[in-house]
T-cell receptor, first 118, second 117 residues
Framework: AQSVTQLDSQVPVFEEAPVELRCNYSSSVSVYLFWYVQYPNQGLQLLLKYLSGSTLVKGINGFEAEFNKSQTSFHLRKPSVHISDTAEYFCAVSDRPLFSGGYNKLIFGAGTRLAVHP | AAGVIQSPRHLIKEKRETATLKCYPIPRHDTVYWYQQGPGQDPQFLISFYEKMQSDKGSIPDRFSAQQFSDYHSELNMSSLELGDSALYFC????????????????FGPGTRLTVL
């Protein structure tokens, strides 16, 4: 069975500092990996995704993540955070679809609350 | 661009009442997913539909049922509501093209916040 572990429940950081949010997954099959952001009282917005190819994935708002198959990790990074990045971040995994082009359900980690302080 | 629409956005019910949540996917999207996010928790997959047929089932209580209609919108019906059903319910949609090797992401709606008193 798939599972996702987000190693930090909360990450406080000062504005303009770099940040890394850690995510490890376990799965017996090939997977797709995602990072979503959730601002207070809002829905989930996709930051970036890894499907195949280059292990370094760039997303929106200056975020990037690196897929490491040997360490089963997909850590999210940003070189310089802003106050507006304060939000909950979810790592998610999905099995390769049952058929080409399809998607399976997402399994989410418990989330990491990023708090950016001035 | 059009997004996933969920209605209502907020719903307050009493215990043992019923509730119906609606989801309107992005036009041309044929797959709908429902997730439940309890307070301070991660979203949990409930159920999904592809081309109006149930494609996968997660931790959905027997008191809940769902379906996808001919226009691809979906409804989640919840009966005998319990306090523990209070949560944010997300719908997500995607386009599943079985004829290509491409992959299409899930787009999430803003959610319906259900409060059971």
């Amino acid at each position: 069975a798939q599972s996702v572990t987000q190693l930090d429940s909360q990450v406080p950081v000062f504005e303009e500092a770099p940040v890394e949010l850690r995510c490890n997954y376990s799965s017996s099959v090939s997977v797709y990996l995602f990072w979503y952001v959730q601002y207070p009282n809002q829905g989930l917005q996709l930051l970036l995704k890894y499907l195949s190819g280059s292990t370094l994935v760039k997303g929106i708002n200056g975020f990037e993540a690196e897929f490491n198959k040997s360490q089963t990790s997909f850590h999210l990074r940003k070189p310089s955070v802003h106050i507006s990045d304060t939000a909950e971040y979810f790592c998610a995994v999905s099995d390769r679809p049952l058929f080409s082009g399809g998607y399976n359900k997402l399994i989410f980690g418990a989330g990491t609350r990023l708090a950016v302080h001035p | 661009a059009a997004g996933v629409i969920q209605s209502p956005r907020h719903l307050i019910k009493e215990k043992r009442e019923t509730a119906t949540l609606k989801c309107y996917p992005i036009p041309r999207h044929d797959t709908v997913y429902w997730y439940q996010q309890g307070p301070g928790q991660d979203p949990q997959f409930l159920i999904s539909f592809y081309e109006k047929m149930q494609s996968d089932k997660g931790s959905i209580p027997d008191r809940f049922s769902a379906q996808q209609f001919s226009d691809y919108h979906s409804e989640l019906n919840m009966s005998s509501l319990e306090l523990g059903d209070s949560a944010l319910y997300f719908c997500a949609s995607s386009f599943t093209d079985s004829g290509t090797s491409g992959a299409y992401e899930q787009f999430f709606g803003p959610g319906t916040r259900l409060t059971v008193l």
